[in-house]
DNA sequence: GTGTCGATTTGACATGCGTCAAATCGCACA
DNA sequence: TGTGCGATTTGACGCATGTCAAATCGACAC
């Protein structure tokens, strides 16, 4: 768990001895007072603004592992950002398989599937325990007409998003499997560092079964290669603990020469 | 040529002897008069709305085969709808691989990453001599304050963007090279009906080295099903000309059972 | 602890698709 | 009509990754 990570930290320093290791942030803490800030609101907006957002987000309490907040059909409502834990989006293909869409960190914002005709493309459920917010849409959009940043803010996440399918279109149609799994630790090590956290040293917040998946590889392959690189020298993985040891050699495995 | 099919079909016909083969479709008419209608625009708006769009939509002369309309890194201004031909968008990934996005026909709308960050994320260029319409994306913004049903159906756009990547990712993650050439030809015709043509018979308006690169495939790949689906009595193909024989055939093999 | 069960790893083998090479096609242009 | 060259097809072969099977690990209940 991410937000816990930290607290985790703490206490390895052990300067800050009032802290546990149980997760007791306030699930219903305010966007101003979110630590996440900036990476899910636009930070060209005002305290007064953020106020005004604060008063559209629904705060639910924490959902555990394995429940779903959105399933693939369901009405199109909200969009939800992460705050702590961890989501995937999967959707049912014509013929019946699962897709893994994406996985979704503390800070990032999902759900942006299902504007176009009003249902969820797709279906989202938490990797372990994750606390979200929800934002409805309606709202945002009345919002949005307020607050001329916000709309553009809201318009660039959409676009993004489509950025980083593209990127995952051309991992999937173009690279071997050693390179899709090096850019998928490149990913999250990158997003680790984003919220602030180590470049080198993170969990892995989905099984290997949910790595294949969304690489299109088999579980076996996945196992196979991510033993390869922890012989190599280049992570070193014990279950889910990721310590990456030669950053400049999975780059390079990853082909960002 | 999409746009010149109908005509060339009138001509097989020989009912209406005034029409010849090349394309003399004004390109400045106006929105209203676009005989694409809905399919760009969204059908709710008012005549009067019609008029404001038209307004800011530019209509450039036809782009020449192999032309560019924009290129990644460009500075992002414009979104951009295909009037007639077809055009193609593709990246370069950090290695340097070119990955074709999408394939862009008459009606269809294409531009819309490069919001994110204010550049386009793709390059995008005409298969053929193709007319488009060039969108100003601050224009758009603004009447979009003023028009709520062109800002929701603009946000409708972005979100089929999304959610069509997100079928291409299943494709290449999940399905073998028969059932991705399948689900191409079937798209294909799909889109072709959308645009009031024949689900059966229809000039791919791309090469076998687009289609391998968009499904990633090898060329050889590409064009050995496709001969064994000739073979089989699917399709009939002559260089680009498309006639699928067996739809039912077809779809299963495509995996929609 | 001990048992149980799903998750992961590892090995042996099979195969779909890529690679390399050569033939053929089709279109532009002389 | 011929000539050239890129696009496409076809064949032979190899390899990356899938498939099947079995061993091992890890978490959780009791």
Redesign the pocket.
Known sequence: MYEQQDDAMNILASDLPEKDTTCHHDHRVSCSNCRLGSLCLPIAVSSDDIDQIDNIVLRSRPIDKGNHLFNQGDSFKSIYAVRSGAIKTYSLSASGKEQINGFYLPGEIFGMDGISDFSHASSAVALERSAVCEIPYDSLGKLSNELPSLQRHFMQLMSREIANDQKLISLLGKN???ERIAALILSLSARNVRRKFSATDFRLPM???DI?NFL?????????I??KFSKQNVIE????EMRIIDMDRLRSIAGID
């Open positions: 071997s499997a050693d099984s290997r079964t294949a299109g590889l088999t579980i076996e392959t996945v196992s196979r991510l033993s993985l014990q279950n889910k």
